[in-house]
């Protein structure tokens, strides 16, 4: 109980200081992840459209995903330097399996009568992806997009090892000083953060998803 | 008009789909390429919008060899239902009956008024509906919008592969109708593929019957009905339909043929018509030339009311003549909403008597009961 009240205090007073970490935070999980819709969905598209390419796209980001975060970091440091940028970066890599593979699984779902339809009525192949295609892969995307969320806040909480801000800056230095009230004021936020993602998206999912049942 | 000459087919897998097909798709007319599961059909119908290209042989539209024309025009010349209805569940009925309109890019004022009218050519009101996404129609409702979309455009061509096949009876029966009210209306060439044979006698000008990718025979249903080619046919058609055909056909309109008459001859007075047609207490006569030819009737209604004059002034025409050599089934097709009396006339236009209407129409019931009891 006493601990709560502390924290409680602790948060209140930093608030200001908080809610810019959090803010910083959300602002480098939604550029990676809107670079990585910029590169994942073409990517996907290409994919499920050349099917030799396929193996190859989905292999390199699937390798992407493997190597450890503190990992990837450290490594892109080397590239591009301390701060906010790389971590983006490192968060556009990892989000790239989910966008990829469900932009790709998305477009292949098409049933294949309607891409009769498509094609019998006359509809070029640019056609049948931009009318047919991609629409109807909007809620597998979707579902990647809110997978990558969760993922890339959960990984931005290591930003502050090279050099960025967000809510990890609290955990760590709450780490290096010993200071359960300082983690946990970083670590509350941080969930928060990914549970209210992982609702909205899962709504917006949801209301994609509802036409679609043909 | 579309044209399949000495056509092959063979899948990438080496499997021979289609062997020296030859047909002859008739224009403004309703086609049925009909056969078992697994025949060709759907392999047909889509090597003329080049869905599938043939291996060799050659398709002709409007005598243009279609290999030679670009895919995208040609089926957007050619409106498509396919199998499975195949709406787009992401758009609204507006936007996938205005599918090709759009492609086509006309203009918006344009697609708007073509996809009012074709959801009312087919009852479906446009402001219930427009708005509203396949997943929010019923079955029948859905196919009516396939149907539509493949019309939107004004295609000389319509094909379409199964588009009543998924519905209940009842409401499949409904679509038929409304196909076949529909072509009078916009007398498309319609190839129609299906598997159900009575489908194809109710709707279909024209019918192609294949069997294990070739074509095995053509022809009006009639001509299916009345000369099947080989057993094949018979057994495909079924003996029950072959029958009741027959059991028409063989019905001889002699029989049916009322000679116990009352003649008048076209000079007398009408007073003198009228007692003979009280005489013989009957309504009508049929009025005749000096040499027995057929001239007219006449009525006792308007014999009453003008007593005076020459029974010349109250000759009318028959709505309908038929001669005693007429089959049963044409006379059958002229008859619908004839109300008086039918002078049946020999080949030299005498006189032999009247259809009796009752009388067939009494075989006909006990017919159609036997068959429905049958089936
Ligand atoms: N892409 C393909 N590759 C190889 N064989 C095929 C292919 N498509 C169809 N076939 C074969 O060609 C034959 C004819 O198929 P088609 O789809 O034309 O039959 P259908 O008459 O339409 O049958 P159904 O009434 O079942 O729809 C079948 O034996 C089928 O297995
Ligand atoms: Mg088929």
């Known amino acids: 109980m006493e601990f709560i009240m502390e924290l409680g205090q602790y948060m209140i007073a930093n608030y200001q200081e908080l809610l810019n970490l959090a803010w910083e935070h959300i602002l480098m999980v939604a550029y990676g992840i809107g670079l990585a819709l910029l590169i994942g969905v073409p990517l996907g598209v290409i994919a499920a459209k050349v099917n030799w390419l396929a193996p190859i796209i989905l292999s390199l980001v699937n390798i992407l995903q493997l190597i450890p975060s503190l990992a990837m970091l450290a490594l892109l440091m080397l590239y591009f330097g301390f701060g906010f940028k ?117 709504k917006v999912e949801q209301k994609s998803k509802k036409r679609m049942a043909a | 008009m579309i044209e399949l000459k000495n056509v092959n087919k063979i899948y990438n897998d080496g499997f021979q789909a289609l062997t020296k097909v030859n047909v002859e798709f008739q224009e403004g007319k309703i086609n049925v390429l009909i056969g078992p599961s697994g025949c060709g059909k759907t392999t047909t119908m889509k090597l003329l919008n080049r869905l599938v290209d043939y291996t060799d042989g ?56 073509r996809v009012i009218e074709l959801l009312e050519m087919v009852n479906l009101d446009p402001n219930t509906y427009m708005n509203r996404y396949p997943s929010e129609l019923s ?69 192609v019957l294949m069997k294990d990718g070739k074509v095995v025979q053509q022809g009006s249903p009639d001509s299916l009905l009345s000369n099947p080619a080989n057993d094949f046919v018979k057994e495909f058609i079924g003996e029950k339909r072959l029958n009741s055909n027959n059991q028409l056909n063989d019905l001889s309109l002699a029989n049916y043929i009322n000679k116990d008459i009352l003649l008048v001859q076209s000079d007398i007075r009408i007073e003198k018509a009228t ?57 059958l097709e002229k008859i619908e909403g004839i109300h008086d009396i039918v002078p049946v006339l020999s080949k030299e236009d005498i006189v032999v008597g009247l259809l009796s209407v009752d009388k067939l129409f009494a075989t006909l019931h006990h017919l159609t009961e036997y068959k429905r009891g049958e089936i």
């Open chain 2, 275 to 331: 007692s003979s047609l009280i005489e013989r207490k009957v309504s009508s006569a049929v009025v005749i030339n000096e040499d027995e030819t057929y001239n007219g009737i006449v009525s006792l209604y308007d014999a009453i009311e003008n007593n005076s004059s020459e029974i010349n002034s109250i000759i009318k025409k028959a709505s309908l003549i038929i001669y005693e050599n007429d089959k049963v089934s044409t006379v």
């Open chain 1, 86 to 202: 790389t971590v983006v970066i490192g968060l556009l890599f990892y989000s790239l399996l989910p966008i990829v593979r469900n932009t790709y699984v998305g477009i292949k779902e098409v049933d294949e009568s309607i891409i009769e339809a498509g094609v019998g009525n006359g509809m070029t192949p640019l056609q049948l992806l931009y009318k047919i295609q991609f629409p109807l892969s909007i809620p597998f995307l979707m579902a990647g997009i809110r997978l990558a969320a969760v993922i890339a806040i959960s990984v931005a909480t290591i930003g502050p090892y090279i050099g960025a801000g967000g809510l990890g800056k609290e955990i760590i230095s709450g780490i290096s000083l010993q200071s359960d009230v300082k983690i946990y004021a970083g670590a509350i936020p941080a969930t928060i953060i990914a549970i209210l993602a992982d609702f909205i998206l899962g």
């Open chain 2, 139 to 207: 079955g029948g409702q859905q196919q009516r919008i396939g149907v539509i979309r493949a019309l939107a455009a004004e295609p000389s061509t319509i094909l379409m592969d199964e588009p009543f096949s998924a519905l209940d009876p009842i409401s499949r029966e409904q679509l038929q109708d409304e196909l076949l009210r529909l072509q009078t209306e916009i007398n498309k060439t319609i190839i129609f593929v299906t598997h159900d044979m009575d489908e194809a006698l109710k709707i279909a000008d024209n019918i």
């Open chain 2, 58 to 113: 050659e398709v002709y539209f409007n005598g243009k060899k279609i290999k030679e024309m670009n895919p995208i025009e040609l089926r957007r010349q050619m409106g498509f239902v396919i199998q499975n209805i195949g709406l787009f569940p992401h758009m609204t009925i507006f936007n996938n009956v205005a599918t090709v309109p759009k492609l086509l890019k006309w203009d918006k004022d344009r697609i708007k008024k």
